[in-house]
C-alpha cells in the first residue's frame, strides 16, 4: 500500500497492456469526475506499443501513481499489482481502453453509502466498437436494478449463463470484502471479474443504478469452434467450483439452466460478432480472451492488461 497523508475514500484501478490508442481517453475519464476524493493507481504490465511514454503526463497529477510490472502471462498479476497499492475504503477497476461518466463515482460512492449492507454497486454501460460507434445503449442488469439480496444475484447470474454485472469499469466494491474474497483469481480467465464478484456477494448484498455509467469497448477476437468450446467449458466450471465453495448456494437447477444458457451463448456471440464485424467492414485482431461483453453480442474481452 503506497502512504499517504489523506486516505481517500475510493482507490480507482487501471491495469494497462498495450493500450496506448486508448489510455488517454480513459484516464481523463477518471480524472474528471465530479467526486473528487479518490487516488487513482495505474499497473501497467510492460507494454510495447507505447502506453507507458502515454502515461507519463499524468504523473504530475497528485491523484496519479504509475507502477510498471514485469510481464508475466497472467492478467490477473497485473489486477492485483494496482490493487495491492491502494487504500480507498471503496475500489474500482477500469481498463485500459475503457471509460466511466463524470458522475460514475459519485453516483456509485452514494448508492453505497445509502446501502449499508451493499458490498458491490454496479451500473449499466454503453458498448462500443474500436472506433467509438455505439453498438448497444444502457445495457445490462437485467431483473438487477436496485438493491439484491447478494446470494440472490449470484443465482440470477449463474442461471443466466454469463456475466449480468458487467465489466469492472461498471463496477464499484467494498475493497476490504474484495480482499476477504481472496483478490482477483484467474482461476477461470474468461471470468476473471465475475469470480470476484461472486466471492464478494457472498458478503453482502447488491445494488444495481438503471443508468448507464461506462463505456465498454469491444474487442476482437479468434472466433473458432475451440474458442467457443473454452469459453462455455470455463462459465460451467467457474460454477460447480462456486457450488462446490458454498454449498447450498446453487441448486441442481441453477447449475443446469446456466450450463445450457452457457453453451448456447458461446456460439451466438460467435454468429452475432461475425455479423457485426461485416457490417462494419472491420477486419477481426486476434488477441486474448477473457469476460464477457453483453448476451447476444458478447465477444470475447481482452485482459491482456
Not at 483469481?185 to 456477494?201: C, E, N, P
Amino acid at each position: 500500500m503506497i502512504s499517504r497523508q489523506h486516505q481517500p475514500l475510493v482507490s480507482v484501478v487501471v491495469p494497462t497492456y498495450n493500450n496506448a490508442a486508448f489510455v488517454r481517453e480513459t484516464m481523463l475519464s477518471i480524472l474528471g469526475q465530479t467526486f473528487t476524493d479518490f487516488e487513482l493507481i495505474v499497473s501497467d504490465h510492460s507494454s510495447t506499443d507505447g502506453t507507458w511514454e502515454v502515461l507519463q503526463p499524468f504523473a504530475a497529477d497528485p491523484r496519479v501513481t504509475l507502477l510498471r510490472l514485469e510481464r508475466t502471462g497472467r492478467p490477473e498479476d497485473n489486477w492485483e499489482h494496482a490493487t495491492r497499492a491502494t487504500s480507498g475504503r471503496y475500489l474500482k477497476l477500469v481498463c485500459g481502453d475503457d471509460v466511466i461518466s463524470p458522475t460514475c463515482l459519485e453516483r456509485q460512492v452514494e448508492a453505497m453509502r445509502a446501502n449499508p449492507t451493499a458490498v458491490m454497486v454496479a451500473s449499466r454501460r454503453d458498448v462500443v466498437t474500436a472506433t467509438g460507434d455505439v453498438v448497444l445503449s444502457s445495457w445490462g442488469l437485467p431483473n438487477l436494478v436496485g438493491r439484491v439480496e447478494g446470494a440472490r444475484a449470484i443465482r440470477q447470474a449463474v442461471r443466466s449463463g454469463t456475466n449480468p454485472f458487467g465489466e469492472p469499469a461498471c463496477v464499484l466494491l467494498d475493497r476490504e470484502s474484495v480482499t476477504r474474497a481472496g483478490g482477483w483469481d484467474g482461476s477461470f480467465s474468461y471470468v476473471l471479474d465475475q469470480h470476484t464478484y461472486a466471492r464478494v456477494l457472498t458478503q453482502g448484498d447488491f445494488f444495481g443504478i438503471a443508468d448507464a455509467l461506462a463505456t465498454f469497448r469491444l474487442s476482437d477476437s479468434q472466433w473458432s469452434h475451440a474458442l467457443a468450446k473454452s469459453q462455455y467449458r470455463q462459465v460451467v466450471d467457474f460454477h460447480k467450483s462456486l457450488a462446490q465453495e458454498h454449498p447450498g448456494l446453487l441448486s441442481q437447477g441453477d447449475l443446469m439452466r446456466g450450463r445450457a444458457r452457457a453453451k448456447a451463448l458461446a456460439y451466438a456471440r460467435r454468429l452475432a460478432y461475425f455479423s457485426l464485424a461485416r457490417k462494419l467492414k472491420t477486419p477481426l485482431t486476434p488477441i486474448e480472451i477473457a469476460s464477457p461483453a453483453p448476451v447476444a453480442l458478447q465477444p470475447a474481452r481482452s485482459i491482456v492488461k
